[in-house]
């Protein structure tokens, strides 16, 4: 089995001017409130962790590379376009790059000789931390939609788990 885990971080960038006066300083000061206008974009709890069964052929020592998986992350409250709030939205997958392919994400555990590709629904190779394209995410559904597929780096030689940490970064402008 392999496991992974997305975690979710969203950065808010936030801008303000200060008054330039004194007494404006004291009534920007009287005037200063907040309150939550609304949550903020969460990954859903039943796609945090995601499991895939291993093709038997692994095990063997040569894997199929041609077989993806799909991989959907269902998020709660996000939303790309508010005229209101922000200009913009950034989104990016991270997680452990391979030393000699900056393309793939690393995976952990035993002697894996192991590596994890993830391409968008157009095909397109996903890069750890490079930004994602809008075109992935369903706004409708809420939903990002990629597949992934295991890479053989080496010859494996014994059975064991294995996983993966995917970081999903959302940056707001």
Same mark, same amino acid.
């Given at each position: 089995?392999?496991?992974?885990?997305? %975690? #979710?971080?969203?950065?808010?960038?936030?801008?303000?001017?200060?008054?330039?006066?004194?007494? !404006?300083?004291?009534?920007?000061? @009287?005037?200063?409130?907040?309150?939550?206008?609304?949550?903020?974009? !969460?990954?859903?709890?039943?796609?945090?962790?995601?499991?895939?069964?291993?093709?038997?052929?692994?095990?063997?020592?040569?894997?199929?590379?041609?077989?993806?998986?799909? #991989?959907? &992350?269902? #998020?709660? $409250?996000?939303? %790309?376009?508010?005229?209101?709030?922000?200009?913009?939205?950034?989104?990016?997958?991270?997680?452990?790059?391979?030393? $000699?392919? &900056?393309?793939?994400?690393?995976?952990?555990?035993?002697?894996?000789?192991?590596?994890?590709?993830?391409?968008?629904?157009?095909?397109?190779?996903?890069?750890?931390?490079?930004?994602?394209?809008? $075109? *992935?995410?369903?706004?409708?559904?809420?939903?990002?939609?990629?597949?992934?597929? %295991? &890479?053989?780096? @080496?010859?494996?030689?014994?059975?064991?788990?294995?996983?993966?940490?995917?970081? #999903? *970064?959302? *940056?707001?402008?």
């Amino acid at each position: 089995m392999i496991y992974f885990r997305f %975690l #979710l971080l969203a950065i808010i960038g936030c801008y303000s001017s200060l008054p330039e006066s004194a007494s !404006a300083m004291d009534r920007w000061k @009287e005037g200063v409130g907040s309150q939550i206008q609304e949550s903020a974009c !969460a990954i859903h709890d039943e796609d945090v962790w995601q499991t895939f069964s291993e093709p038997e052929a692994t095990h063997t020592g040569s894997l199929k590379t041609d077989e993806f998986y799909p #991989l959907r &992350i269902r #998020l709660i $409250n996000c939303r %790309l376009h508010d005229d209101r709030q922000w200009r913009s939205i950034h989104m990016q997958l991270d997680g452990e790059r391979v030393e $000699n392919n &900056i393309h793939l994400f690393a995976i952990a555990g035993g002697e894996s000789g192991l590596a994890m590709q993830i391409q968008d629904a157009a095909g397109d190779e996903v890069t750890p931390g490079m930004v994602l394209f809008a $075109n *992935t995410f369903d706004e409708a559904l809420m939903e990002l939609h990629y597949r992934m597929r %295991l &890479i053989q780096k @080496e010859e494996r030689s014994q059975r064991a788990d294995w996983q993966g940490a995917i970081r #999903l *970064t959302m *940056t707001y402008q």
